[in-house]
């Protein structure tokens, strides 16, 4: 599999790509395409969601998920693949990070995943100057925090 980053990339092809806080860091409902989803179900996350989530509020970053968790589908596939859920970062969340926030979530992501596992990750970033960027990676976890860290340094030089 190969590693893909997209810097840019149209918001059409992303689930919920309507809902959006500047000042928070949204779980948005939704499964990569290689993931069999439950059909009519449009609250769908992967089983990662949960302890994700536990994983950012512990780093005390402002995260919630846009579903309530009583409407919520989780779904697990059984492989040595890690998907994390799709997010939509607001820009108050970016700006304010000190140091490299992705890179940071991708840590704390994979801090206890085996590192020749494969790692899914779809996340749209809006900057200052309310651009949405697209990071998506694919491929081996060990590489996915580099991955994160070059995207999310190109978003500062674009944006400075």
């Given at each position: 599999?190969?590693?893909?980053?997209?810097?840019?990339?149209?918001?059409?092809?992303?689930?919920?790509?309507?809902?959006?806080?500047?000042?928070?860091?949204?779980?948005v409902?939704?499964?990569?395409?290689?993931l069999?989803?439950?059909?009519?179900?449009p609250?769908v996350?992967?089983?990662?969601?949960v302890?994700?989530v536990?994983?950012?509020?512990?780093?005390?970053?402002?995260?919630?998920?846009?579903?309530?968790?009583?409407?919520q589908?989780?779904?697990?596939?059984?492989?040595?693949?890690?998907?994390?859920?799709?997010?939509?970062?607001?820009?108050?969340?970016?700006?304010?990070?000190?140091?490299?926030?992705l890179?940071?979530?991708?840590?704390?992501a994979?801090?206890?995943?085996?590192k020749n596992?494969?790692?899914h990750?779809?996340?749209?970033?809006?900057?200052?100057?309310?651009?949405?960027?697209?990071?998506?990676?694919?491929?081996?976890?060990?590489?996915?925090?580099?991955?994160?860290?070059?995207?999310?340094d190109?978003?500062?030089?674009?944006?400075a």
């Amino acid at each position: 599999m190969t590693n893909n980053l997209d810097a840019e990339t149209d918001m059409s092809d992303h689930h919920e790509a309507t809902l959006w806080r500047d000042d928070l860091i949204l779980v948005v409902p939704g499964l990569p395409e290689n993931l069999t989803q439950p059909e009519d179900d449009p609250f769908v996350y992967p089983s990662s969601t949960v302890e994700f989530v536990k994983l950012m509020r512990a780093l005390d970053l402002p995260i919630e998920v846009a579903t309530p968790r009583d409407k919520q589908t989780l779904v697990a596939h059984f492989a040595a693949e890690v998907w994390l859920p799709f997010l939509n970062i607001g820009v108050v969340v970016l700006s304010g990070a000190a140091g490299n926030l992705l890179a940071t979530m991708v840590e704390g992501a994979f801090r206890k995943t085996d590192k020749n596992s494969l790692a899914h990750i779809d996340w749209r970033v809006k900057t200052k100057k309310g651009v949405v960027h697209h990071f998506k990676y694919d491929g081996p976890a060990k590489d996915a925090q580099r991955a994160a860290q070059r995207f999310e340094d190109s978003l500062r030089d674009d944006d400075a």
